[in-house]
């Protein structure tokens, strides 16, 4: 948005995920500009990452990490973040938030899950192979189970604190899952997503699991738990849920490409997943991974007032034809 790159031209990043005030009105932005349903703080899944010791900076190349952890010793380093002393800042901001909308649409508040939480602390920044993560984790079974851990204490206290906030359900981030086969999710994932999606589910705090390129198994990672899976573009919407179960609650699933198309095609694109939602129960209209930073303003404007506007004339076959 125009109005966030005017800010983002002033501060650093992490001036403005530390600085409460300008988090919460990031926040805000789409919020006032777009018929959005909800709301979610301005942070990074990062973040805790500083709070366990391992140094976090944000490049123009991207997150980098200055002490990556790629042995046992690294992993026994690590401390578990408080969330009150070390992110404080995003409680404050998500207080902030929730005072300004608070009857209005709900505040999500998020994380990310321990295996994408570890793939960057091993890799040290972003990675499309995964080799040194991997490795870690077929090669090192007591480094590998101890660091998912240390991430998964972190989520949980952090998680909670974020819904004490303010925050009215929460959504975590395994955005780097869909590198991994079914069985090396089932054998070293599985598990610990399970304890972070139980421990929330024991303090009645909604959850949405969110990942990427996991169509091979998607009954695993409904399996981990969550009120609300996310899928994304590369699976139809009712495949996905017949795969999850009908009575799961489904979120996703446009391509965020699709948002740069002429507007008849973005419109004709959001009905088909519509009509595959059948305005079922449970469903959350979203794109399958973060907006692209070229996609235009008013085409998010377009695609969030049709979403509402086809959801109440709805009727099956309607998404069969060319919108106007």
Known sequence: MARYRAVREKYSLM????????????TLQPVEAFSVDAAIIFADILLPLEGMGIGVEFSAKGPELRNPVRSLADVRSLRVADPDEDLGFVLK?????RSEIDGKVPLIGFAGAP??????????????????????????STAWNL???????????????????????????DSWAGCLSPSDYRNYVLPHNQ????ELKSEGIPSINFGTGTSGFLDLVSEAGGDIVSVDWRIRLDDAWRSIGSNAG???????????APPPVLKKKAAEILDQAGLRTGHIFNLGHGILPSTPEDSVKA???????????WKPGAGSQEPE
Do not use: C, W
Not at 93 to 97: G, I, S
Not at 127 to 134: G, M, N, R
Not at 195 to 198: A, D, H, I, N, T
């Open 303 to 313: 695609l969030a007032d049709f979403v509402h506007e086809y959801s109440m004339m």
């Open 93 to 97: 901001a998500l207080e902030l938030v």
């Open 250 to 260: 489904i979120q996703g699933n446009l391509d965020p490409v699709a948002l740069l």
């Open 15 to 26: 001036e403005m995920f530390k600085t409460p005030e300008i988090a919460a009105q990031i």
């Open 115 to 140: 295996f994408t939480l570890a793939s960057y602390a091993i890799e040290g920044t972003a990675s499309s192979q995964y080799l040194l993560t991997k490795d870690l984790m077929h090669r090192d």
């Open 147 to 173: 660091l998912m851990s240390r991430f998964r204490e972190t989520i949980v206290r952090f998680l909670k604190a974020q819904v004490r906030a303010g925050a009215q359900v929460v959504q975590i981030f």
């Open 195 to 198: 304890e972070v999606f139980r």
